[in-house]
């Protein structure tokens, strides 16, 4: 069975630019979190989509967006880039809400800012 | 809030030795999740262990065991007879209590970079 997908792999964008990132969960998997984490750090909760709502979001501001289709496949949208969104994103997919059912990531995408 | 603490930003050790990577966590749930996550060079996280609150027996899985002490607040994972393949960066993360309908985060510690050399 297929992984958790995610793509592109890598992008790179400059300030004030928008992004889009995209993943595809394990088949039968209906929860989708994103994740960023900057060099050096651990992953920082982003967005949790489950059946299709928004069921968690961490400390981020407005210029994050997310949303999850039919399919349970999920987006991440990124507006007004900052030199600070340069970061792997990591999406995950689990069969329920997370922290009952194991998390599986993706291999992330990589964002640079410029 | 919950936090982890991963004290031990950087481990070098030769091939064969065994290595105790710690983590300490804090959090007000009285049910909540424990994990450990791998992060090799590739980038991809892999999933090691789920620990929950309620139970603090110890794992061992091949060579490599977790020991859960409520007590101190710690779920400390051992690598016995480590390999050049075990470099990697480790993740100690934790998971609130679900609530229903909400979701639930994980939080992780800073990570822990394993270098195992010959």
């Known amino acids: 069975d297929a992984g958790v997908t995610q793509s592109p792999t890598h992008l790179i964008k400059t300030r004030g630019q928008h992004v889009t990132l995209r993943c595809s969960p394990i088949s039968g998997h209906k929860s989708v979190s994103w994740y960023q984490q900057v060099l050096g750090q651990g992953p920082q909760f982003i967005f949790q989509y489950y059946e299709k709502e928004e069921r968690g979001r961490g400390n981020f501001p407005d210029r994050f967006s997310a949303r999850q289709f039919p399919n349970y496949s999920s987006e991440l949208n990124v507006n007004a880039l900052l030199l600070g969104d340069s970061a792997l994103y990591l999406c995950?997919?689990?069969?329920?809400?997370?922290?009952?059912?194991?998390?599986?990531f993706g291999p992330g995408t990589r964002l640079t800012v410029l | 809030a919950q936090k982890v603490t991963q004290a031990q930003t950087e481990i070098s050790v030769v091939e064969k030795e065994d290595v105790t990577l710690d983590c300490v966590y804090e959090?007000?749930?009285?049910?909540?999740?424990l994990f450990w996550y791998k992060q090799p060079p590739s980038g991809e996280l892999v999933f090691l262990i789920r620990r929950n609150s309620f139970d603090e027996q110890n794992e061992i899985s091949g060579r490599y065991s977790w020991n859960f002490q409520k007590s101190t607040s710690s779920f400390n994972f051992t690598i016995t007879a480590s390999q050049v393949v075990d470099s990697a960066v480790y993740f100690c993360?934790?998971?609130?209590?679900?609530?229903?309908?909400?979701?639930?985060?994980?939080?992780f510690g800073t990570g822990t970079r394993l270098q195992v050399t010959l």
């Open positions: 993360a934790l998971s609130d209590q679900l609530m229903v309908g909400t979701a639930s985060k994980l939080t």
């Open positions: 959090t007000r749930d009285t049910t909540y999740y």
């Open positions: 995950a997919s689990s069969l329920g809400l997370a922290g009952v059912t194991e998390q599986f």
